[in-house]
């Protein structure tokens, strides 16, 4: 089965600083997501990666995906107050069936 | 409505009773996922829908778990006779392909 380690676990970043998160994967990723949890909410989907080299922006935040389509990272330029939660990286197996593995989120806190 | 809806948000319950717990996809969303999460812990899959049918459940952690889809629309994820560690909050999810949207989930708590 798939197995998505995400690093840090947690991060404590003061606001207006720059952060990566990573998330690495056992097996090539067919389908990377990267989702946001605030405390009380839903996940809230971020975006998703499928192809080798791929990048995609989302206002302040960025993804990639790498060449062998084993890791992604989630960087964030300039981060503020709402930046804060926890992140997961979903991936897809590819078939569907075994429906999204997750990492098990990384924990950001954003100090003013 | 726009998003995936469940309920109830919150559930408690004693040791030993059965509980049900609701999905309202959002609508035409043929995938539809349910997942559980425990304090500490990351998301864990538990079982899918692809329409109405369930080509695999062997995440359900029991035999006390079950689900069902009908009509392609609504789940509900039924726990039997519930232990304390089910607690958790269970999400839910649907997909048409492209990213899969979550609920907010239901927090079960068996006290």
């Known amino acids: 089965s798939q197995e998505l380690e995400q690093s840090p676990q947690s991060l404590i970043v003061q606001e207006g600083k720059n952060l990566t998160i990573n998330c690495t994967s056992s097996k090539t990723l067919y389908g990377l997501y990267w989702y946001k949890q605030k405390y009380g909410e839903g996940l809230i989907f971020l975006m998703m990666l499928q192809k080798g080299g791929e990048e995609k922006s989302h ?3 960025t993804a990639k995906l790498d060449e062998k389509k084993q890791q992604s990272s989630l960087h964030i330029t300039a981060s503020q107050p709402s930046h804060a939660g926890t992140y997961l990286c979903g991936a897809d197996s590819g078939g569907g069936a075994d429906g999204l593995t997750f990492g098990k989120g990384t924990h950001l806190i954003i100090q003013p | 409505g726009a998003g995936v809806s469940q309920s109830p948000s919150n559930k ?3 040791k030993g009773k059965d509980v049900e717990l609701r999905c309202d996809p959002i609508s035409g969303h ?3 996922y349910w997942y559980r999460q425990s304090l500490g812990q990351g998301l864990e899959f538990l079982i899918y829908f692809q329409g109405n049918s369930a080509p695999d459940k062997s995440g359900l952690p029991s035999d006390r778990f079950s689900a069902e ?5 609504v789940s509900t994820l039924t726990i039997q006779r519930t232990q304390q560690e089910d607690s958790a909050v269970y999400l839910c999810a649907s ?3 492209v990213g899969a949207f979550f609920g907010q989930g239901t927090r079960l708590t068996v006290v």
């Open chain 1, 59 to 61: 206002e302040k935040i």
């Open chain 2, 12 to 14: 408690v319950t004693e």
């Open chain 2, 30 to 32: 043929t995938a539809l």
């Open chain 2, 69 to 73: 889809r009908t009509g392609g629309s």
């Open chain 2, 95 to 97: 997909s048409l392909g």
